[in-house]
T-cell receptor, first 114, second 113 residues
Framework: DQQVKQNSPSLSVQEGRISILNCDYTNSMFDYFLWYKKYPAEGPTFLISISSIKDKNEDGRFTVFLNKSAKHLSLHIVPSQPGDSAVYFCAASDSGAGSYQLTFGKGTKLSVIP | EPEVTQTPSHQVTQMGQEVILRCVPISNHLYFYWYRQILGQKVEFLVSFYNNEISEKSEIFDDQFSVERPDGSNFTLKIRSTKLEDSAMYFC???????????FGPGTRLTVT
């Protein structure tokens, strides 16, 4: 039961260019979305989040876009840097259920090539 | 910057043995969580804990699992009788108040032989 899907297991991008990571969800009750970055042998690191009342949230080089009608969100990293190379997880929660439980996608491995 | 810490980083145990995984959440956080990631699979929610009691648990979190906050700083996950399929990375996370962002520790790799 994949309620959160990241269909691209990997992505390679040239340094300085834009990285676009995609995420789709099936549960229409999800109303809060988060992106995490994970390096090997470390825990997921929170990057950026967005509530369903917004369609865009920006923090420095990171921007998350939410398209509720398509049940799709994306993370844009501009410009991409070699240090951004990691696995990126999309996660979602259903706050209406009073639940803080996060449902994760399988992740996309981003490689930024110098 | 405050961070979640976990010990040990790697635990090897024999099937049927009890293990306790330890976590120190960020000090002013009120919500505590355990997740696990089996190799090659996605991160899965196990349990959440608030106000000294379990607030949510997944179907993975059966009677073999328990959580405790024995003092003001530690948060533990106990597996009473480990099975081979319990081998995974176990992540502790904590969150503040009404914020939904959860901050994860580095994980404990549990290997059951």
């Amino acid at each position: 039961d994949q309620q959160v899907k990241q269909n691209s297991p990997s992505l390679s991008v040239q340094e300085g260019r834009i990285s676009i990571l995609n995420c789709d969800y099936t549960n229409s009750m999800f109303d809060y979305f988060l992106w995490y970055k994970k390096y090997p042998a470390e825990g997921p690191t929170f990057l950026i989040s967005i509530s369903s009342i917004k369609d865009k949230n920006e923090d420095g080089r990171f921007t998350v876009f939410l398209n509720k009608s398509a049940k799709h969100l994306s993370l844009h990293i501009v410009p991409s840097q070699p240090g951004d190379s990691a696995v990126y997880f999309c996660a979602a929660s259903d706050s209406g259920a009073g639940s803080y439980q996060l449902t994760f996608g399988k992740g996309t491995k981003l490689s930024v090539i110098p | 910057e405050p961070e979640v810490t976990q010990t040990p980083s790697h635990q090897v145990t024999q099937m049927g043995q009890e293990v306790i995984l330890r976590c120190v959440p960020i000090s002013n956080h009120l919500y505590f969580y355990w997740y696990r990631q089996i190799l090659g699979q996605k991160v899965e929610f196990l349990v959440s804990f608030y106000n000294n009691e379990i607030s949510e648990k997944s179907e993975i979190f059966d009677d073999q699992f328990s959580v405790e906050r024995p003092d003001g700083s530690n948060f533990t996950l106990k597996i009473r009788s480990t099975k081979l399929e319990d081998s995974a990375m176990y992540f502790c996370a904590s969150g503040a108040g009404t914020a939904y962002e959860q901050y994860f520790g580095p994980g404990t790799r549990l290997t059951v032989t």
